[in-house]
């Protein structure tokens, strides 16, 4: 692992959060707020390890804007972002009320502290030094999310977890639960993101409509030359990494999205969906990547 380049990246999701979040406005075009984190995010000298998500009230997760989407931020809205150094990831989200439904927002405004607070005890518990192995077990940390949401009436979501990530790989294969699993796997040295999601529904969530959202499964041949056009800008520009159809169109123009199928169909994009909390529910997010070092825990992204 390159500690100086994931601390780096670490910092830079940090600033380009703080940079961010005074900015948001009820009615503010998702396009904006995208585009805003994604420059911030090159200026500070990173570069975005997946599109920004920007998923409203009972969508969880895999909302990115379209290059013509003219969604405003509304209800309750999760800021989810990463950025990569040489393809070393910090990834971190937080929440915001922007309902004008006195009612509504009351309730976002717990959902938001809850999920706040889940991430906060499972930090402690992570970076505290008695039982030290005990307590950085997988089952431990989703015991500990859990029973923090459920505590102020709210439900966990069961099939949303935090993970492992290595280099140019966001989700490497562990995946840190946000209920008690019963998996007793000891958190081991590595990255990992933590990220609480709590919900008025039943804690599931399925999937929805196509996001735009894609990631480079292989390289096989294809034979349009446009396609194969971007193909190689992928592969070259993103590795492994999720991207989304509005890149490929600042790159490519309206030929892009003709070509994104034309590779989906031929097998050399997995094309992600949003995820839809089953009951309606609304959802608010948290999270924080850590380097979990033998002798200690580093927050990267606080």
């Known amino acids: 692992?390159?500690?100086?380049?994931?601390?780096?990246?670490?910092?830079?999701?940090?600033?380009?959060?703080?940079?961010?979040?005074?900015?948001?406005?009820?009615?503010?075009?998702?396009?904006?707020?995208?585009?805003?984190?994604?420059?911030?995010?090159e200026e500070l000298g990173g570069k975005p390890a997946f599109p920004v998500n920007l998923s409203i009230n009972n969508i969880a997760a895999h909302y990115?804007?379209?290059?013509?989407?003219?969604?405003?931020?509304?209800?309750?809205?999760k800021i989810d972002f990463g950025v990569h150094?040489?393809?070393?990831?910090?990834?971190?989200a937080f929440s915001?009320?922007?309902?004008?439904?006195?009612?509504?927002?009351?309730q976002n405004k717990k959902l938001i502290s809850t999920s706040e607070k889940a991430l906060g005890n499972a930090l402690e518990m992570i970076k505290s030094k008695s039982d030290k192995m005990?307590?950085?077990?997988?089952?431990?940390i989703g015991k500990i999310i859990q029973e923090t949401i459920e505590s102020f009436g709210f439900s966990s979501?069961?099939?949303?977890?935090?993970?492992?990530?290595?280099?140019?790989?966001?989700?490497?294969?562990?995946?840190?639960?946000?209920?008690?699993?019963?998996?007793?796997?000891?958190?081991?040295?590595?990255i990992y993101a933590i990220e609480p999601f709590a919900t008025t529904g039943n804690g599931k969530v399925h999937d929805g409509k196509k996001s735009g959202i894609y990631m480079l499964t292989n390289t096989r041949n294809i034979r349009s030359l446009t396609a194969r056009k971007i193909l190689e800008f992928i592969e070259k520009e993103y590795n492994t990494l999720p991207f989304c159809s509005r890149w490929i169109f600042k790159k490519f123009g309206i030929n892009a999205?003709?070509?994104?199928?034309?590779?989906?169909?031929?097998?050399?994009?997995?094309?992600?969906?949003?995820?839809?909390?089953?009951?309606t529910g609304r959802v608010a997010q948290a999270e924080h990547t850590i380097l979990v070092k033998e002798d200690k825990i580093i927050v990267t992204t606080e």
């Open 257 to 279: 999205l003709l070509g994104l199928k034309q590779l989906e169909d031929n097998g050399n994009l997995h094309h992600f969906s949003q995820l839809v909390e089953s009951q």
């Open 157 to 190: 979501i069961i099939n949303l977890s935090g993970h492992s990530m290595e280099q140019y790989d966001l989700h490497a294969g562990i995946t840190i639960p946000n209920i008690d699993d019963k998996r007793n796997i000891p958190l081991k040295p590595g």
């Open 1 to 41: 692992m390159d500690e100086e380049k994931i601390l780096k990246a670490g910092k830079i999701a940090s600033q380009a959060k703080d940079y961010i979040k005074p900015l948001i406005k009820p009615g503010m075009p998702l396009l904006e707020i995208a585009e805003k984190i994604e420059s911030k995010i």
């Open 96 to 106: 915001l009320d922007l309902s004008d439904n006195e009612e509504e927002s009351q």
């Open 64 to 77: 990115t804007p379209s290059y013509d989407d003219e969604t405003k931020a509304y209800g309750l809205l």
């Open 85 to 92: 150094i040489d393809g070393w990831i910090a990834d971190t």
């Open 134 to 140: 005990e307590k950085r077990r997988l089952s431990q």
